[in-house]
């Protein structure tokens, strides 16, 4: 049974930090692209940042760009969201996800697996 559980989340006030972890069990993590995505209040799920099995690529939405960054620890079998500089706008349930196609992808239907989310506040 496949299972992600993110932590992390919380209150911030804008400008701060906080680190968001995915701890994966269940299959071959190094084997999984892995994504970050969030879904604020009445708005679709939208993509963040994605990283592929041996970190060779890393992508991030715009949104996020240059504030964010996404790693991975195979042996822990965890991926991270370093989030900094955080916006109100950036308040939202943040999930991770797991996929198999071994490239970039912020395609949700291309994700096997997803967390079940964890809640990042920022106020202002």
């Known amino acids: 049974q496949v299972q992600l559980v993110e932590s992390g989340g919380g209150l911030v006030q804008a400008g701060g930090s906080l680190r968001l972890s995915c701890a994966a069990s269940g299959r071959t993590f190094s084997d999984d692209t892995m994504g970050w995505f969030r879904q604020a209040p009445g708005k679709e799920r939208e993509y963040v940042a994605a990283?592929?099995?041996?970190?060779?690529?890393?992508y991030y939405a715009d949104s996020v760009k240059g504030r964010f960054t996404v790693s991975r620890d195979n042996a822990k079998n965890t991926v991270y969201l370093q989030m900094n500089s955080l916006k109100p706008e950036d308040t939202a349930v943040y999930y991770c996800?797991?996929?198999?196609?071994?490239?970039?992808?912020?395609?949700?239907?291309?994700?096997?697996?997803w967390g079940q989310g964890t809640q990042v506040t920022v106020s202002s």
């Open positions: 996800a797991a996929s198999r196609v071994p490239f970039i992808t912020k395609r949700t239907v291309q994700y096997d697996y």
């Open positions: 990283i592929t099995r041996t970190s060779s690529s890393i």
